[in-house]
């Protein structure tokens, strides 16, 4: 079965510093999606960025970023130039079939001004 | 605003009670998910539905839940005979598709309080 594990709770990062947060996931499969979804204070849960696993080429969304690496099962994203309005809880998923994704526990990401 | 509408935001209920949860999905959106999400955790699918087919519905949604989309438009999910532990966070979320590139447009949620 697929998994994926958020090992941090919660980060802090003082504004305009870089902040990595942490996810693996567990599967058997080959092809697959990843992404990484953003949760702000009492706001809808939007998606932050995306990545396919066929493409070696790590994605970028502005100052997002994510290490994909497919062997170790890691995926993590930077997020440059932290700013205010990055606060929020991160949820990495992974895409499973036509319709579902499963999700980590989430982290916590606190900017200090 | 032509986002996920979701109404009520929040419902106190008490036990045994029966609750009725509305959704409104992007009007151009065939695909349609209820999620649960409590506190600390990540959201857990509970059912799926394109255009009016219910064609999933997690093993976590026990009989006393039922979800619908008439016309393939808005969606309700209900539940029955309110227990605590269904206190949460009750997400809906639209997609076009097929095919599905993985993105989900949420709502902001309805809150559940069983007391």
């Known amino acids: 079965a697929q998994t994926v594990t958020q090992s941090q709770p919660e980060m802090s990062v003082q504004e305009a510093e870089t902040v990595t947060l942490s996810c693996t996931y567990d599967?058997?499969?080959?092809?697959?999606?990843l992404f990484w979804y953003k949760q702000p204070p009492s706001r809808q849960m939007i998606l932050v960025i995306r990545?396919?696993?066929?493409k070696q080429q790590n994605a970028t969304e502005n100052r997002f970023s994510v290490n994909f690496q497919k062997a170790a099962k890691s995926f993590s994203l930077k997020i440059s130039d932290s700013q205010l309005g990055d606060a929020a809880m991160y949820f990495c998923?992974?895409?499973?079939?036509?319709?579902?994704?499963?999700w980590g526990a989430g982290t916590k990401l606190i900017i200090k001004p | 605003d032509t986002g996920v509408s979701q109404d009520p935001r929040h419902k106190i209920t008490k036990r045994g009670q029966n609750v009725t949860f509305r959704c409104d999905p992007i009007?151009?959106?065939?695909?349609l998910y209820w999620y649960r999400q409590t506190l600390g955790q990540g959201p857990e699918f509970l059912t799926y539905?394109?255009?009016?087919?219910?064609?999933?519905k997690s093993r976590l949604l026990s009989d006393r839940f039922s979800a619908e989309r008439p016309k393939g438009s808005f969606s309700t999910l209900e539940i029955q005979r309110t227990e605590q532990g269904d206190s949460a966070m009750y997400l809906c979320?639209?997609?076009?598709?097929?095919?599905?590139?993985?993105?989900?447009?949420f709502g902001e949620g309805s809150r559940l309080t069983v007391l």
């Open positions: 009007s151009e959106h065939n695909r």
């Open positions: 998923a992974y895409r499973r079939g036509n319709y579902q994704l499963i």
């Open positions: 990545q396919e696993a066929y």
């Open positions: 979320a639209s997609s076009p598709g097929p095919p599905w590139t993985g993105e989900l447009f």
């Open positions: 599967t058997s499969e080959s092809d697959y999606y």
């Open positions: 539905f394109q255009n009016e087919a219910q064609l999933e």
